[in-house]
């Protein structure tokens, strides 16, 4: 008995080291998403300023589309950023934006106006209302629509050209036929 309690200690972390070094091993920018091929949650933001219209689950129905978190605040957002460009003139997917938690209303609108603007549609979503409803951990996050109005995939971080070139494009491409 006195040798099992020596070794106890031994055990426990010999257990916590190999479930760490599996977690090591997962990709992070493939968080488990419950929504992966559920209809898209109902939601309707109002536009950011300078907008005329803002962005709602009825928008994303007929085409697949892209959805893309963002925020003015996001580090990685601007690195993402000029890709998002890229895509919007190349042309092969609608790119909707979701201005997630600006702390101010001008936030968002200012940063596009320095950036550029890849989005046709924006909803405005300060309270994390869409943000919840999608299960968005943090930006910038971009959802696969599909014409029916389902989430088909979920990509964490900022997408490059390698992303979208070996993952999301072959989805898309699919789920168009």
Known sequence: MKRLMFMLPLLVFMVLSIYFAVGLTKDPSKLPSMLINQPIP?????????????????????????????????????????????????????IHGVDWREVKPDDGPDWLKEHGDPYTLIGDDPKSKAAIAFGVYGAPETFVI????????????????????????????????
Request: hydrophobic share 40%; net charge positive; with cysteine.
């Open 42 to 94: 109902e939601f309707a933001l109002g536009p950011i300023k300078g907008r005329d219209k803002g962005l709602s689950d009825k928008d994303l129905k007929g085409e697949v589309t892209l959805v893309n978190f963002w925020g003015s605040w996001c580090v990685a957002c601007k690195y993402e950023h000029p890709f998002l460009m890229k895509l919007k003139k190349e042309g092969l997917v609608p």
């Open 146 to 177: 599909d014409a029916a109005g389902a989430i088909r995939y979920k990509y964490v971080g900022p997408m490059s050209r390698e992303v979208w070139d070996e993952t999301i494009w072959p989805i898309i491409q699919k789920l168009k036929k």
